[in-house]
């Protein structure tokens, strides 16, 4: 609709998600560490603020350049979001105790991701794609609001200078490698700006009194092995669903609304799962659930590659959001354990980022695999 509405080519309207997520992706670690120096209620506050000024632009924009550039604006604060929530979490709990609160910030987004494609697809064929946006300003307004004015412990802030040089070569390095994954027109060329620009950062970071992710996090072997997990698993999950939706609705004929039905085991089962990943914690430790979770992932995809039949397809997809529910809780657990207060932002920008790029990896690995031709239909 948005690309009738306002006249676009399929290019532009590609630019208006790949805009959102490359500004989003390259900023994630610095907005961490920015409320790790500031406090991050404030950037949520400001985050939020900010998020719904940009949707209510989208909203009304005459014309899809201004969507595409008031996309990019709402990466930014988006970006100012994600890591904030971690890091308020961090921050208010002991790590002995952040099993459940990360528990249900999980079972928060699979409820989301399970209301969002229906309310959306409702609102996409009611009023139309404006109202999509109008949706997010109220609440972006009545959190962000409260964010800045309800009252807090005193935090402790992080005594490290902010590395804007850093900061620049790493966002360069993230944008590229989005804008490579992607496969847009020219990619070639930021694949290689993107290893140039990331071997200058690794140099920057090694010589840098104040470097922007701190050597206590990004050392350690755990934090290392949960953000391959999250890449891993979330790049597995992305590219079952976009797979799935080719087989759903191109090969098996089914409409958006069916497929979404079929699909639903997914979201449910992650919210499930992320209820039940707590006391899994507890009881068998991360490693040994991490393991058994991204078993359970690969035998949901498994199924999911070998069968056409509705029920089969459903127990695939139950599979899927039951492994990969128990991943993103065990994994996060993890980083943002292992992480002092003081650095508990860059852990949220660093797991947020592994939960961003691991998808476009995802999706890039199935196209290649499958070839263009799977790519599904806009229906």
């Not at 904030?84 to 079972?107: C, E, K, N, Q, Y």
């Not at 490579?180 to 071997?199: E, I, N």
């Not at 039951?322 to 993890?334: D, I």
């Not at 852990?347 to 199935?366: D, F, Y």
Request: net charge positive; glycine share 12%; hydrophobic share 55%.
């Amino acid at each position: 609709m948005l690309q009738r509405d306002l006249g676009a080519s399929f290019a532009q309207v590609q630019w208006t998600s790949t805009g959102y997520l490359i500004a989003v992706a390259s900023l994630l670690v610095f907005a961490g560490r920015l409320g790790d120096r500031y406090g991050h209620h404030r950037l949520f506050g400001v985050g939020m603020l900010g998020f719904g000024a940009a949707s209510a632009g989208i909203a009304l924009a005459p014309g899809v350049g201004w969507v595409i550039g008031l996309r990019v604006v709402q990466g930014v604060f988006g970006a100012l979001l994600q890591p904030a929530t971690l890091g308020m979490l961090r921050a208010a709990f002991p790590p002995d105790r952040l099993r459940t609160p990360i528990a249900v910030r999980t079972a928060a987004i699979g409820v989301a991701a399970a209301a969002g494609p229906v309310v959306g697809g409702a609102l996409v064929a009611g009023p139309g794609w404006r109202a999509v946006f109008l949706l997010n300003v109220a609440p972006a307004v009545v959190f962000g609001v409260l964010a800045l004015t309800v009252r807090r412990p005193p935090r402790t802030a992080s005594p490290a200078r902010l590395d804007l040089p850093g900061a620049l070569l790493l966002a360069v390095t993230l944008a590229c490698l989005v804008h490579a994954l992607v496969g847009l027109p020219g990619w070639a060329w930021t694949a290689a700006t993107a290893a140039v620009t990331g071997a200058l950062f690794v140099r920057h970071e090694r010589r840098t009194v104040s470097p922007l992710l701190p050597p206590a996090v990004i050392g350690s072997p755990a934090v290392g092995s949960a953000l391959g997990m999250l890449v891993a698993a979330s790049a597995a999950l992305s590219g079952a669903l976009f797979v799935g939706t080719f087989l759903l609705q191109d090969t098996l004929g089914m409409d958006a609304f069916h497929s979404a039905l079929v699909s639903l085991p997914l979201a449910l089962l992650m919210v499930l799962a992320a209820a039940a990943c707590a006391v899994l914690l507890r009881r068998a430790g991360a490693r040994r659930t991490t393991t058994a979770a991204m078993a359970l992932l690969a035998l949901g995809i498994l199924t999911l590659s070998r069968t056409a039949a509705t029920p089969a397809l459903c127990a695939g997809f139950a599979l899927v959001g039951a492994g990969f529910g128990t991943v993103m809780v065990a994994a996060t657990h993890v980083v943002v354990r292992e992480a002092a207060v003081e650095s508990a932002g860059v852990a949220g920008g660093l797991q947020q980022t592994a939960m961003n790029v691991g998808p476009v990896l995802g999706v890039a690995a199935a196209t290649a695999l499958t070839g263009p031709a799977t790519a599904p239909s806009c229906r």
